[in-house]
């Protein structure tokens, strides 16, 4: 009907004039424009018929026809012309009879643009309708390095194993994260019914998040999902009506916030004294507290293991029992032990929470999943994760800047080698583990710039790191951080040099405080600092990320060492808590080129904790998660360094296969 095309076109004159006002595009972009030349270079896959969302129609294939719309796909030409006479012509009989042809379109780099159906898009637009069927033919974009391109290929693998089209993400890894979330992946084949019931949870997910304003927030609708879906199950979008669903948005739209808070989404608190800028940081004895004997702050710290299997929970232990050795009026303690999968944690924050925990301390970086969902289901319940690098705004998470113990043990550990080569065991390649890497090697080559650091990865399979040091000839070495609890005479941690007759003598050993820690952490809760406005904003995570300065780190020398050493290690200890020193300053070489030129700013914080680079004096590499052994891969799945996250796809193992398969031809010819 023409009073319907007059309806369309005063909606595309509209969106001309607002495009204008605001400097955009006013028409729909077309393909060809911006592949220009290189259209005939690029290799086109047809993928079939496929139904297509279309809120991913950007534009038309070619420019013919991109002046006759909108940028919003509404109409432009007069209702007497020939267009819009095909365009009233095509309403009708949608609105009579359907129409049931597809449309031809390119899709490129998760966009659509159409080359034969403009007007059935305008159309269908105009009717509001959600998805329309389309004759798809993909066109691959030029290969390069850019996140575009390797979210693309992401892409291009999900879509391989699902076939669906309309769950786009803006960041590497979100893919592979939705498969694992799934309980699937990106090499094989997705269950029929696991497709539909994700499709349909993602239409009904995205009609309630725009509905609720998401769209304003700039996150791509997938992204908003998958963050949905850390949160909530799949089945609480199917089993729910769509007011229920906008009562769980409402309650984790601070994470949406944070998300889209690409600035400075995570809060780096250096410093105790930093939480409290007004009055300073102050002593249990100076605050005043809603706590009392009567009513204590309660606390629950839930372990992955327990002291008589981890040396990390026995350290932890220790600070527990420090803080309430500290508080013995103010602050209680409860215990959960051996909470190593999601069901066995789920219940100890439940039950902590049943008891009166106001505080709840989950020990390991593998339980962050189920300390989310727990913080977005008890609101009043504070929850710290001891962990780094999550940007979470739910859940406070904290950890010590190791890598300032590491830089001076890197300096001794060289004093005292006479063949320039060092040995370094390294556990897991998580955030913060290769800057205490880096560390130590850029403070050994401090005093012995010929020095070598040879890197072994203890939770790598088969590999014994001590025999590969001992086949090398390594004596001087920098070993586990803390004593195992299993073996607490074991004299084999820290740095100590292996001498000719088998024994071992202690140079220096790293010291995290937890108790410290832990006191620092509650000081601040029982003060109610922890909630100042400047570290509890809502578009914000909040990492404690404490050092030496704080009495959190330090470094135990043995009396082994000269005075002189002993007096050298002072003078750089000094220099690091004063923050006039720091290994990451000045120049730096990876093992592949300049990382920083000399007087270029000191490393950020963030690119401290996610450097994926190893030094230039380092020998070794940093293991991908399918080489640690599986009782730690859950660990660096959560928190690993990207370089050892690599994404597995179908594409992926051809390759390998592919290669493997080459590697064996050429192993029979030689």
Excluded at 284 to 300: C, D, G, Q, R, V
Excluded at 359 to 367: A, E, N
Excluded at 635 to 661: D, F, H, Q
Aim: charged share 25%; hydrophobic share 40%; with cysteine.
């Amino acid at each position: 009907m023409k009073e319907d095309y007059r309806k369309a076109r005063k909606l595309g004159e509209r969106a001309l004039r607002l495009a204008f006002i605001k400097g955009q595009a006013p028409h729909i972009p077309a393909l060809d424009d911006y592949l220009s030349q290189k259209s005939n270079m690029l290799q086109e896959i047809p993928l079939g018929v496929a139904e297509i969302p279309i809120s991913m129609i950007a534009g038309t294939k070619t420019k013919a026809r991109s002046s006759a719309f909108a940028n919003n796909f509404m109409p432009l030409l007069d209702e007497n012309s020939e267009f819009g006479t095909k365009w009233s012509r095509l309403y009708d009989y949608q609105t009579t009879e359907g129409l049931r042809d597809p449309i031809e379109v390119y899709e490129f780099m998760n966009w659509f643009y159409v080359e034969e159906g403009n007007k059935r898009v305008s159309v269908m637009k105009f009717l509001g309708a959600v998805s329309i069927p389309a004759k798809v033919t993909r066109i691959l974009p030029p290969k390069n390095d850019s996140v575009e391109y390797r979210v693309y290929e992401e892409y291009q693998s999900f879509y391989e194993v699902t076939k669906i089209m309309e769950i786009t993400f803006s960041a590497e890894g979100r893919y592979a994260r939705l498969a694992e979330i799934m309980g699937m992946d990106l090499v094989n084949p997705w269950p029929e019914e696991l497709i539909e019931n994700v499709v349909s949870a993602f239409r009904l997910f995205k009609k309630v998040y725009e509905e609720k304003g998401g769209i304003k927030l700039g996150l791509t609708v997938g992204d908003a999902f998958l963050i949905y879906l850390e949160i909530f199950s799949l089945e609480s979008l199917s089993e729910s009506n769509e007011k229920e669903i906008g009562k769980r948005l409402l309650r984790i739209w601070n994470e949406y916030l944070t998300a889209t808070n690409h600035s400075n989404n995570v809060e780096l608190v250096e410093a105790p004294e930093d939480i409290d800028q007004g009055a300073g940081f102050m002593e249990i004895i100076n605050f005043t507290s809603n706590y009392s004997e009567k009513n204590p702050l309660k606390a629950a710290f839930i372990y992955e293991k327990n002291t008589s299997n981890s040396s990390w929970a026995y350290n932890h232990e220790l600070g527990r029992n420090a803080v309430e050795a500290k508080f013995p009026k103010l602050v209680s303690t409860e215990i959960f032990w051996d909470c190593a999968d999601p069901e066995s944690q789920r219940r100890a924050i439940d039950d902590a929470v049943a008891n009166g925990a106001e505080l709840i301390f989950t020990t390991s970086s593998s339980m962050m999943p189920q300390t989310l969902k727990a913080a977005v289901a008890y609101p009043e319940v504070k929850f710290f994760n001891c962990s780094i690098n999550f940007k979470f705004n739910s859940v406070r998470t904290y950890y010590a800047r190791m890598f300032e113990a590491k830089f001076l043990m890197g300096a001794l550990a060289a004093s005292q080698t006479k063949d320039h080569l060092i040995g370094y065991q390294a556990d897991m390649p998580i955030y913060g583990s290769i800057a205490n890497i880096n560390a130590f090697a850029i403070g050994a080559a401090l005093v012995d710039p010929n020095v070598k650091i040879y890197v072994q990865w203890s939770e790598k399979e088969n590999t014994d790191w001590k025999k590969e040091m001992k086949d090398q000839g390594i004596r001087v070495i920098s070993g586990p951080d803390i004593v195992s609890p299993e073996n607490p005479d074991k004299e084999e941690y820290g740095v100590y040099r292996m001498e000719e007759d088998g024994s071992i003598t202690k140079l220096a050993a790293p010291v995290l405080d937890w108790g410290r820690y832990y006191e620092l952490i509650l000081i601040a809760v029982l003060d109610g600092s922890i909630n100042a406005k400047h570290i509890s904003r809502k578009d914000q995570a909040l990492n404690l990320w404490w050092g030496m300065e704080s009495g959190v780190v330090d470094v135990v020398l043995s009396d082994n060492l000269s005075y002189y050493t002993r007096k050298f290690m002072s003078i750089l200890r000094d220099q690091v808590i004063h923050g006039t020193l720091s290994p990451f300053d000045g120049e730096l070489h990876s093992q592949t080129g300049i990382v920083k030129k000399a007087g270029d700013p000191r490393l950020s914080n963030k690119d401290i904790i996610t450097m994926q680079w190893l030094n230039d004096n380092v020998i070794g590499s940093i293991p991908k998660v399918d080489e640690i052994v599986p009782k730690s891969k859950e660990i660096v799945k959560a928190a690993g360094v990207e370089e050892a996250k690599p994404i597995k796809t179908a594409k992926s193992v051809r390759a390998e296969k592919a290669r493997e398969s080459q590697e064996g031809k050429e192993n029979g010819q030689l």
